[in-house]
């Protein structure tokens, strides 16, 4: 049962451009909700995140939208650079269970092409 | 402070052995986690700390797999008598209970490969 998808495994995204990735749950008590990248050989690197109660959220080149109804997130990232080139996981984390364990998505590999 | 650190970064072992890892987490933090992940997935939470006592275990989390964290500082994953199945990148993440929301981060991963 994935509760967390991101159904786009890949993206390519010219230098300069906007790069959108997409996010999908199923949990309708997930309530926040963040986004990592993550370079082979390293571990995920926090990004930017999102509580429930907010639709938006930036920073500098980064915005996360959410939209709650959709059960959707996405990530934007403007002006994409050569180096946000990496693999994208969107996470969901239910804080009410008092955890705040994530439910990671599959990924989505970005490739910025200069 | 330089982060989350795992100890070792690879580790090779015989099918049958034993293998155990270390994470520092970040000095401050409180809460501790193991994840793992294998090759196109994303990360899978195994278990969490905080402090020193072990709050939540996943199901995946096996009879052959124990956690501990030991006067809720560093923590060490012990793996006995290792399966092929086992083969896969364990990531150690803390965090610092502030509120309801906070981000977790990552150590660089130990990388288990059982031949």
């Known amino acids: 049962d994935q509760q967390v998808k991101q159904n786009s495994p890949s993206l390519s995204v010219q230098e300069g451009r906007i790069s959108i990735l997409n996010c999908d749950y199923t949990?309708?008590?997930?309530?926040?909700f963040l986004w990592y990248k993550k370079y082979p050989a390293e571990g995920p690197t926090f990004l930017i995140s999102i509580s429930s109660i907010k639709d938006k959220n930036e920073d500098g080149r980064f915005t996360v939208f959410l939209n709650k109804s959709a059960k959707h997130l996405s990530l934007h990232i403007v002006p994409s650079q050569p180096g946000d080139s990496a693999v994208y996981f969107c996470a969901a984390s239910r804080t009410t269970s008092g955890t705040y364990k994530y439910i990671f998505g599959t990924g989505t590999r970005l490739k910025v092409l200069a | 402070d330089t982060g989350v650190s795992q100890n070792p970064r690879h580790k090779i072992t015989k099918r049958g052995q034993n293998v155990t890892f270390r994470c520092d987490p970040i000095?401050?933090?409180?809460?501790l986690y193991w994840y793992r992940q294998t090759l196109g997935q994303g990360p899978e939470f195994l278990t969490y700390?905080?402090?020193?006592?072990?709050?939540?275990k996943s199901r995946l989390l096996s009879d052959r797999f124990s956690a501990e964290r030991p006067k809720g500082s560093f923590s060490t994953l012990e793996i006995q008598r290792t399966e092929q199945g086992d083969s896969a990148m364990y990531l150690c993440?803390?965090?610092?209970?502030?509120?309801?929301?906070?981000?977790?981060?990552f150590g660089q991963g130990t990388r288990l490969t059982v031949v």
């Open positions: 000095s401050e933090h409180n809460r």
């Open positions: 700390f905080q402090n020193e006592a072990q709050l939540e």
């Open positions: 993440a803390s965090s610092f209970l502030q509120g309801a929301e906070t981000e977790a981060f």
């Open positions: 949990n309708s008590m997930f309530d926040y």
